[in-house]
């Protein structure tokens, strides 16, 4: 009776605190966006950092049970790892506003009338530079956001669940652990794919030019949210 409540828990909270959590899926679906990743791509990019976000709480989580620590003291130390965590978000925001603010400068657009009287557009990119840095750049955005997750911790995990679990018995607290992992990046992944369906019915093609400065700041929001409001 008890493991079925708590294996439910695992469930409930798995979901509600990735729902809650923006900084869980609106990076992906920004960054997504603003760079024209593929779904291939992007549900790689998310996988891989959903596996390193929940792998640090459960290292500390099985590491805390193993020497018997206090549960308070890794609390705390999943507090500290949030608030480096939040600090990296809002910079790798602000870095990324910077860039695509440069960017939407750059690509300027102006019109001039020909001969014939026909209006025409021009919009000046630096295609050589865009394909030059084009692959350091997507390596930049994958590790900064793999950093910030791998270092934001699971904060429900290791009190609410692997610790009561351990109460029980080994199987339990494995069921338990891979439980909320699994759901956890299940949630991220979705809530990433919705969030990118929905751009795609929007349609909102007058701000693909500030698409990569939207994008940072969206990020840059949910680092401060992070840091600032208790999700």
């Known amino acids: 009776m008890e493991s079925g409540i708590l294996l439910s828990a695992a469930v409930s909270i798995a979901v509600i605190h990735t729902l809650i959590g923006v900084d869980h899926y609106v990076p992906f679906i920004a960054l997504s966006k603003a ?12 996988l891989l950092c959903g596996f390193g976000h929940v792998l640090g709480s459960v ?3 099985f ?11 890794l609390v705390d130390i999943e507090d500290k790892r949030g608030t480096v965590a939040a600090y990296v978000l809002i910079a790798f925001g602000l870095i990324y506003t910077i860039y695509g603010i440069k960017k939407a400068l750059k690509n300027k657009t102006h019109t001039h009338t020909e001969q014939d009287g026909q209006t025409i557009i021009h919009t000046h990119l630096n295609n050589d530079a865009e394909h030059r840095h084009n692959t350091k750049k997507t390596g930049s955005v994958f590790w900064g956001l793999f ?6 911790p ?8 692997m610790y009561p ?4 018995n080994i199987f339990m ?9 699994v759901i956890t990046i299940g949630v991220m992944l979705l809530m990433t794919l919705l969030g990118i369906k929905g751009f795609q019915l929007l349609k909102i093609n007058r701000l693909e030019r500030y698409a990569h400065a939207l994008a940072g700041s969206a990020i ?6 992070v840091l600032l409001l208790p999700i």
């Open 165 to 168: 679990a351990a109460t029980m």
């Open 63 to 73: 590491a805390g049970v193993a020497l018997s620590a206090g549960v308070t003291s």
């Open 173 to 181: 607290l494995v069921l338990v652990t891979v439980s909320f992992s």
């Open 154 to 161: 699971c904060e429900p995990l290791i009190p609410l669940l």
């Open 147 to 152: 950093i910030f997750f791998v270092l934001g």
């Open 35 to 46: 760079n024209n990743w593929t779904i291939r791509k992007t549900v790689y990019v998310v």
């Open 220 to 225: 840059l929001l949910c680092g401060l949210s």
């Open 59 to 61: 290292i500390l989580g």
